[in-house]
């Protein structure tokens, strides 16, 4: 019976085929989105229109839609394929599908097949796709598909908005020029861009629910203003499914394009929910306890000293780095306590006090490298590092003083089982010794393809799985864990991207330069906005624009206390010098945190702190609107909006360093009901705002 259902939908399916030769057919291959039609007209090129006004269009020909490298494992040689008019073409059931006739090699003929689709999926053009070998002798390296060229937008203000970090926005094309981002990774933090005018945009995401590694490329070309695209693939497998890469001409503002990727990511998978404390902290208070070389800048003992300092400052959350036998950046993944520093006892003392005092503890851990000089490396190495295709270690040297040599730390693969059960084993430690979070150095930043990891002595079948894969499953299994003991203890980690946005709770680094001149934060948090990023602060002390920047786009905060000039900087208010950090290699960005006397940059933090807290329902519970819906004017003034319920919190900040400036701000469809500043409850909203000055004006639905 099932056999015969077979049979006919497989007569239909073919009897449904609309055969057509590529060149000299009449008939037109076609596919309609809402506002897009994409055609493949009788010379091979693929035509992308917009319906209305064609402000955007794409040429391509398919000679260059694809290219693929084969290796011969016998010989350990490499081939490279494009289309060069070898492959056919039809359409069946709305699905264009591209075959490869053959892949010749010196005319033999190879049992390998390819077959490429373009189909209409979410109202979006998805290229999709599928490679198979029949033999052990070949396998496919890796795929490069869509290679798109000549797409055009027909208005001199395009912007490209680009996932690096927590976003980047350019508005001149030639200085854009050719850049490509690796996902997941804090450089390709989603799998999506977009190309925009006022009017209407471009998209191109990748909506693979493996979250699988890839890299994106956009190149502008001046002579002909147009762009061109590509996603490489590394694939190293005798099969591979190409996931679907989507192409989406919109109408609108790159809200629509945020809102579409967010979409398919809602259908696919499902973000951390963060522990309480975690969602409502300030975000943390990093102190090197022993550095590097050894030098102790507080002992265990000491936590009383810790806790007055984020007292002072209003940080709840006290960060531990530094806290294992070789000091910070030395010995990893060795963190036993430091007995000269009192000890596992005295460091669960320490954490217990800090909890009196009404603290968070986190504890230090680096996930991704290993030190070469301990005897985890000497006797685990072979299992736990990662290989390069030419079978080297990954190294990384670090050096915090001048006159020191560097420590040497080889690459891990978390494809290695040994390795994820030693950072599992590492947050069980920290869970026992009463620490209510676990910080996981480097992991989310990591970028799988230049991470490809060639060891065949992991569980990866595939070099790209590493940092893929098995980092998803490893932070994965370290949540779980921890959880079962203890639902409020939280993960953060360095970086961020987001396939890793169900298995942390916090992400630190992120954005990683708030300051980069095409740094546009607003691009992740409008696509993530419950997601909590913590900003980068290698200063002891939280200068005043910063923070204010930071809290217009509700992140959370950071101090580094890294050298004893920073913990004598925050102890007793002593303002260091050049030479406090002669001998130091990456030092405190002095001149900036100095420019006002510690009294005034804690007194500032504290009050910045408190009206965040006081206003948590924007701040910390407010979902990021960016600017949608919003108006808001005047010179040298930004502003962002949080929605919560009926309420729409508006944050404006007058940037300028001096002078007091006027503003104003409307929400369609809101009234304004109350305005409140750090230190001020009530203030009448539309008074001039003082110098690098932010204002919270509330909005209530008429
Ligand atoms: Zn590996």
């Known amino acids: ?35 897009a039609t994409l055609v493949v007209d009788q010379k091979g090129i693929l035509k992308i229109i917009q319906n209305k006004g064609q402000g955007i269009q794409i040429n391509t020909s398919l000679d260059d839609l694809w290219k693929i490298v084969l290796i011969n494992n016998l010989k350990n040689k490499e081939y490279e394929f494009t289309p060069e008019k070898n492959f056919s073409i039809n359409k069946s059931r709305d699905v264009i599908r591209l075959s490869v006739n053959s892949f010749t090699v010196e005319n033999k003929v190879l049992p390998v097949n390819a077959e490429f689709t373009i189909s209409v999926k979410d109202d979006a053009f998805c290229f999709s796709g599928s490679l198979k070998s029949e033999s052990d002798e070949w396998i496919f390296k890796e795929l490069i598909y869509p290679d798109i060229s000549g797409i055009k937008i027909n208005d001199k203000n395009v912007k490209i908005y680009w ?20 996902y997941p990774s804090v450089e390709g933090t989603m799998s999506w861009f977009s190309l925009n005018s006022p009017e209407e945009g471009l998209y191109l995401g990748s909506h693979d629910p493996l979250q699988g590694a890839k890299k994106f490329n ?4 001046d002579a002909d203003r147009s762009f061109n695209t590509g996603v490489f693939f590394p694939v190293y497998s005798s099969e591979f499914l190409v996931p679907d890469i989507m192409i989406k001409p919109y109408s609108g503002r790159w809200y629509s394009a945020s809102k579409f990727y967010r979409g398919w990511y809602d259908r696919n998978f499902k973000i951390a929910s963060v522990a309480h404390w975690a969602n409502d902290c300030e975000g943390y208070m990093l102190t090197i306890l022993k550095q590097q070389n050894g030098e102790v800048m507080y002992n265990y003992k000491d936590v009383d000293k810790l806790c007055d300092i984020a007292e002072k400052l209003n940080f709840r959350l006290i960060g531990f780095w530094g806290r294992g036998v070789g000091g910070h950046d030395h010995l990893y993944p060795n963190y036993m306590p430091d007995n000269l520093s009192g000890g596992r006892e005295e460091m669960k003392k320490a954490i217990a006090r800090a909890h009196e005092r009404g603290f968070k503890v986190i504890v230090y851990t680096n996930g991704k490298i290993m030190d ?11 299992e736990t590092i990662l290989l390069t295709e030419s079978g080297q270690p990954k190294l ?25 059960k030693t950072l599992l084993d590492l947050a069980i430690d920290a869970q026992s010794l009463g620490a209510d979070a676990f910080y996981i150095d480097q992991l ?11 060891s065949e002595h992991h569980d990866h079948k595939l070099p790209q799985e590493g940092y893929s894969k098995y980092r998803i499953m490893m932070m994965h299994d370290i949540r779980e864990k921890m959880k079962e003991n203890d639902p409020e203890f939280s993960i953060m980690t360095e970086g961020i991207n987001d396939a890793m946005l169900a298995d942390a709770d916090l992400f630190q680094g992120a954005p990683g330069n708030i300051n980069d001149p095409n740094g546009f934060p607003e691009l992740f948090r409008y696509t993530f906005p419950e997601v909590i990023g913590v900003t980068a602060n290698a200063d002891p002390g939280l200068e005043r624009s910063d923070a204010n920047h930071e809290a217009v786009y509700g992140l959370r905060h950071e101090i580094m206390s890294r050298y004893p000039a920073d913990a004598d900087y925050l102890q007793h208010g002593n303002i260091p010098t050049k030479e406090s950090y002669s001998n130091i290699t990456g030092p405190p960005d002095i001149k900036k945190f100095t420019e006002a006397s510690a009294e005034e940059v804690t007194a500032y933090t504290h009050d910045l702190f408190q009206f965040e807290n006081d206003n948590a329902d924007y701040f910390r519970s407010g979902k990021f609107i960016d600017e949608e819906g919003i108006k808001i004017s005047g010179n040298e003034i930004m502003g962002k909006g949080f929605i919560n319920g009926g309420k729409i919190g508006v944050v404006v900040w007058n940037k300028h360093l001096s002078e007091k400036r006027d503003f104003s701000v409307s929400v369609e469809g809101y009234r304004l009901a109350k305005a409140t500043e750090p230190g001020k409850p009530e203030i009448n909203a539309f008074s001039p705002l003082d110098a690098n000055s932010i204002r919270l004006l509330i909005f209530e639905r008429d």
């Open 163 to 182: 996932p690096h970090d927590f976003g980047q926005c350019f508005n001149d094309p030639g200085a854009f020029g050719n850049r490509s981002f690796e």
């Open 444 to 454: 989310a930043q990591c970028s799988p393809v230049s991470l490809m990891c060639f």
């Open 372 to 382: 070469t000089s301990t005897d985890y490396y000497l006797y685990n190495g072979i």
């Open 218 to 221: 956009l190149t502008y070309n």
């Open 396 to 420: 990384e040297l670090w050096k915090k003083h001048e006159n020191s040599t560097p420590y040497i730390f080889a690459t891990a693969c978390p494809g290695s089982a040994l390795w994820r």
């Open 1 to 35: 019976m099932k056999k015969t259902l077979l049979i006919l939908l497989i007569l239909y399916g073919n009897m449904g085929l609309t055969d057509l030769k590529l060149f000299g057919s009449s008939e037109k291959l076609e596919l309609k989105t809402t506002e």
